[in-house]
């Protein structure tokens, strides 16, 4: 297998060559590791996990165990958030819960496998990284292709949590036919597509988590909402403690 060395902003960065790579994105410094499997599967390791070094490959159909493996690495994580908007500054702790995936995924919308995707939340995730509930179960549903594009982009929920985009503070009133509760959103671009994330807060503890997530297909759901200034994040690491400042505009020496 080839070598390939990529370059972004003077630094120098290792990869495996193959056709699929087609964009290499720089944001704030991390090592990062691209490796490729025998079987062509590419995997990114990085200091960050996502931060410093963005890999978007050519669009690749995501099943739902990929997409579950990829939440699950989030259920460790924390990220800590200052925004700002005029002199008014929130802090915002972001965490992710195993029954909140099941809903990311859109699996609620898979109106003729209920009596398969019915029960604890929580326990349906852990089926789906057990393999009890498959892909080819949920490809037999016939609204699969109306979840299928959550599934494709949900594994890149973590890139865009890592990332430094768009931050609205999200108006349910500005959306009359839309049944989105949220409090914030966020609005990243992959692959020249629009993914929104709404963020809600969890009144019993005060941190937020994600409330829903999908590809902009007609409607741009940021279109009339306030947008917010982020001036520090913070991904940590809850098992070891360990914090990585993804971003940070209050320290000029950064």
């Known amino acids: 297998m080839s070598v390939r060395r990529f370059k972004a902003k003077g630094r120098i960065w290792k990869g495996c ?7 290499v994105l720089h944001l704030p410094t991390a090592r990062c590791r691209l490796t490729c499997s025998a079987e062509g599967k590419w995997n990114v390791e990085s200091s960050a996990i996502g931060a410093g070094l963005f890999l978007f490959l050519e669009k690749t159909m995501a099943d739902i165990l990929q997409a579950a493996k990829s939440y699950a690495k989030l259920l460790d994580v924390e990220y800590q958030i200052l925004l700002g908007k005029k002199n008014n500054i929130v802090s915002l702790s972001i965490t992710f819960e195993d029954s909140h995936f099941v809903h990311l995924a859109g699996l609620q919308y898979l109106r003729d496998l209920r009596k398969v995707l019915t029960g604890n939340r929580g326990h349906l995730f852990r089926r789906i990284l057990k393999e009890t509930i498959s892909q080819k179960l949920i490809e037999k549903s016939r609204y ?12 890149y929920l973590e890139f865009i949590m890592d990332s430094n985009e768009t931050i609205f503070k ?7 036919f839309s049944a989105i509760q949220a409090d914030f959103l966020l609005k990243n671009e992959i692959q020249t597509r629009n993914i929104f994330t709404f963020l809600s807060e969890d009144k019993s503890n005060g941190k937020y988590f994600c409330r829903s997530f999908f590809p902009q297909t007609d409607k741009d759901y940021s279109l009339g909402q306030t947008n917010w200034t982020l001036l520090y994040k913070k991904k940590i690491h809850k098992s070891t403690g360990d914090g990585f400042v993804l971003y940070d505009k209050l320290n000029k020496n950064r």
């Open 170 to 176: 999200y108006n349910p009133k500005l959306e009359a």
């Open 144 to 155: 699969y292709t109306e979840i299928k594009d959550r599934i494709d982009y949900l594994v």
């Open 17 to 23: 060559a193959l056709h699929s790579l087609t964009t």
